[in-house]
Nanobody, 121 residues
Framework: VQLQASGGGLVQAGGSLRLSCAVSRGTFSRYAMGWFRQAPGKEREFVASINWGGGSTYYADSVKGRFTISRDNPKNTVYLQMNSLKPEDTAVYYC???????????????WGQGTQVTVSS
């Protein structure tokens, strides 16, 4: 499974960004998909995940109500819509995949290369 994330960039606080992750070399619909992030000097942390069918989503408390994860199985793509961005959302965001389920306590099997999100105050 190969994961290619895109859509990061520089945005002012309160702004929005949408991250995309294209999946290849795998049966996309068999995987739960998600996003982790890592800020400078901090450990990687869970952000959001979505089950294979898209019917169940999970979010870290810090992003709940501001971020929305979705997937388009025919396009082999997962998205993360980020609204009301805060400076503390600044991090490298990683697209991840795991067969079966992916919750905040799970460790993904597959990682993309990461895309930088910077939120200025």
């Amino acid at each position: 499974v190969q994961l290619q994330a895109s859509g990061g960039g520089l945005v002012q606080a309160g702004g929005s960004l949408r991250l995309s992750c294209a999946v290849s070399r795998g049966t996309f619909s068999r995987y739960a998909m998600g996003w982790f992030r890592q800020a400078p000097g901090k450990e990687r942390e869970f952000v959001a995940s979505i089950n294979w069918g898209g019917g169940s989503t999970y979010y870290a408390d810090s992003v709940k109500g501001r971020f929305t994860i979705s997937r388009d199985n025919p396009k082999n793509t997962v998205y993360l819509q980020m609204n009301s961005l805060k400076p503390e959302d600044t991090a490298v965001y990683y697209c991840v995949a795991r067969p079966g389920t992916l919750r905040s306590s799970s460790w993904p099997d597959y990682w993309g290369q990461g895309t930088q999100v910077t939120v200025s105050s």
